[in-house]
């Protein structure tokens, strides 16, 4: 890697325990003048690396049917970093807020960013078990479950229908899941190894601040590795089958209309809108 080599290794060694994926270290090359290939990088990368196995159960769904939503902790401690993910399932688009707690008025205001964010609502949304998402589970009889009244009332007014995975298999929000991982490795490891060497830390301004242009510019617009599709380009047919936002859905304390031209622009996210303009034009 010539010239290169002292970089990368400055760049692994920031993102220990963690790791850089390949495409985005050639993304930053690059930005250096780079003009080898990825084949040539991940080459030289091997002996630094260390195999993980993909742990998770993928399914299709149809477009507007379902979403996935769940919380994955980043650290915990004085000062939790948290990230609330949601997925739709068929067009793979992903929305991000980053927070300190996983409470119900987090969680439902999350929801309310994601949907607005999306500019529709499916059929149902996937959830995992806790206790803010189910009181309990089979309540009133096989599958009826007793839901966190903030749940009733969020799906009541934006008319979707909760589900729930079974009881430890989360792994089955297959989609989520992988996001998960694929949002720790891509995002918050090189955005952490790049604030560790200007001196700064990873925080949930921090996260918050830079996630919007990286959902646009990278995160819904790479080429997904299962559908072979950039998940923006599948939304135009999704938002199409999702349902309308109700006509006082409020991000933010912004109301939003039941027919949105383009997402509630969010406080801390800073979320570039190009990228959905052509998209939501599609009513």
Known sequence: MGPFAEYLQARIEAARPGWIPGTVLLRELRERGYEGGISQLREYLVPFKQPRPDPVVRFETQPGEQLQADFTVVRRGRDPLLAFVATLGYSRCSFVRFTSGEDAATLVGCLRAALTYFGGVPAHILFDNPKTIVIERDAYGSGE???????????AEYGFRPR???????????????????????????????????????????????????????????????????????????????????????????????????????????????????LLAVA
């Open 145 to 155: 479950h007793r839901f966190h009244q903030g749940i009733l009332e969020l799906a």
């Open 164 to 278: 729930l995975c079974r009881p430890y298999r989360a792994r089955t929000k297959g989609k989520v899941e992988r996001f998960n991982g694929y949002l720790k490795g891509s995002f918050l490891v090189p955005l952490a190894a790049s604030l560790k060497q200007a001196g700064l830390k990873l925080d949930v301004t921090a996260a918050n601040a830079h996630i919007g242009p990286w959902l646009e510019s990278v995160a819904n617009t790479r080429i997904h590795g299962t559908t072979g599709e950039a998940p923006v380009a599948r939304m135009v047919l999704e938002r199409q089958h999702l349902m309308p936002l109700p006509t006082l859905a409020v991000v933010a304390g912004l109301p939003a209309p039941v027919r949105v031209v383009r997402p509630v622009p969010l406080e801390s996210l800073q979320h570039p809108l190009s990228v959905y303009e052509a």
